[in-house]
């Protein structure tokens, strides 16, 4: 093998940014379960929960910049992408064995595709969705014209790989007043995006959530221009932040992030039910994106962890982050099916069985980390790399 095949050993972590990850992770989590209730964006409970795949963006593109950028002199293009399949690709192909095992057992009048559909059409999307090619309308077996149909919230990694790769053909080469520039127009899409401006006529379907950021899980012209509106400014952001290296110094900065995190995601939505008011939801989450999440990051990691139960809570947060977004909506389905057939068993109920979901799939994460995610990955390690002898 090559010299630049060799396994370059990761970089030390911010804590914080990864303590941080798993806070959002948690409450997407509440927030779908609460979703199942809920007749429309403006009446959801923990309204702003899907605002945590913007952030997870920002947060992937300062990771990508400061584990990278300086290594390219040691790895080449082909080793990267390497690198990238090793560290998501285990965990994608494992929340679509989940939806793929559970999928039958959300036979009920909200999926109303799933008894009609032949047994091995989930197979054949499940190896399908192992190389991450979506797929559209045609081949739902759902009914919502997911591109993964066995596990909706692996759009946002098809995003991530594409950003990925982005930055390694291109943006990876430009210097930081370029990026800079494309950062700024990418700002741009995202205003757009959030406060309904519509300069391709394709968000006619995005009227039931207008002024939000709401959407991407499909490949029709809409469903696109909201993922890649939310994908490209965060993503390339975060690596701008990583790039100029201007942190903010705060004590306590693990503990003030997560609040500031917790407050955003359950944030009512702003403006209230009136139509007149959408448009301040729209400027709300325009904040959130363009500003205080760049901050967020800029105080994650320009601060340290103090104390070692912090230090405990971050790294657990930061190992279950990943492998609760991507295995936890095939439960969310289980959910929404038990909720279409029990619609009169008593509120308390519901609550027990939503509690009962989220620590479910919280255990099913760590565990998922610890007894798959881990070892696979090592072992993809050491048959794809040459890995450096230590001195």
């Not at 399949?85 to 595709?113: E, K, N, Q, S």
């Not at 701008?240 to 110094?249: A, H, Q, T, V, Y």
């Not at 004590?251 to 009136?274: E, H, K, S």
């Not at 279409?340 to 308390?348: I, L, Q, R, S």
Request: net charge positive.
């Amino acid at each position: 093998m090559s010299s630049n095949n060799i396994y370059l050993e990761s970089k030390p972590r911010y804590e914080i940014l990864d303590g941080l990850r798993g806070v959002a992770a948690m409450i997407v989590v509440a927030f779908h379960l609460f979703e199942t209730y809920s007749p429309g964006p403006e009446h959801q409970i923990l309204n702003h929960g899907y605002l945590a795949v913007d952030f997870f963006f920002v947060l992937s593109g300062f990771v990508i910049g400061y584990a990278y950028d300086d290594r390219w002199d040691r790895m080449s293009t082909w080793n990267y992408f390497k690198r990238r399949l090793v560290r998501l690709h285990p965990m994608v192909i494992f929340g679509g064995f989940i939806g793929l095992l559970l999928f039958y057992f959300g036979d009920c009048p909200t999926f109303a595709l799933i008894g009609q559909t032949e047994w091995y059409k989930p197979l054949i999307l499940f190896l399908i969705g192992c190389t991450m090619i979506p797929v559209g309308a045609g081949m739902d077996i759902r009914g919502w014209s997911e591109t993964y149909p066995l596990n909706g919230p692996a759009w946002t990694l098809m995003l991530e790989y594409i950003a990925n790769i982005l930055y390694a053909l291109v943006i990876r080469h430009l210097p930081k007043m370029a990026l800079a520039v494309l950062v700024a127009l990418f700002a741009g899409m995202t205003v757009m995006l959030c406060m309904n401006v519509d300069p391709l006529g394709v968000l006619e379907p995005h009227s039931y959530a207008a002024y939000t950021v709401i959407g991407g899980w499909g490949i029709d012209p809409c469903q696109l221009w909201v993922g890649f509106s939310r994908l490209l400014y965060p993503f390339f952001c975060g690596l701008l932040i990583s790039r100029c290296g201007k942190f903010i110094k705060v004590n306590g900065g693990f503990w003030i992030c997560a609040l500031i995190i917790i407050l955003i995601q359950v944030m009512p939505r702003v403006g209230g039910t009136d139509p007149a008011n959408f448009w301040m939801n729209g400027v709300y989450e325009a904040i959130c994106i363009l500003i205080l999440f760049p901050l967020i990051v800029m105080m994650g990691a320009g601060s340290k962890v103090t104390g070692k139960k912090s230090f405990a809570i971050c790294k657990w947060l930061g190992e279950i982050s990943f492998p609760l977004y991507i295995t936890h909506y095939p439960l969310i389905y289980l959910q929404m099916a038990w909720k279409a057939t029990h619609e009169d068993a008593p509120v308390g109920t519901h609550f027990f069985v939503g509690a009962a979901v989220w620590v479910f799939a919280v255990l099913m994460a760590y565990a998922a980390f610890k007894l798959y995610d881990e070892p696979v990955r090592e072992w993809l390690k050491n048959k794809l790399f040459t890995r450096a002898k230590k001195a």
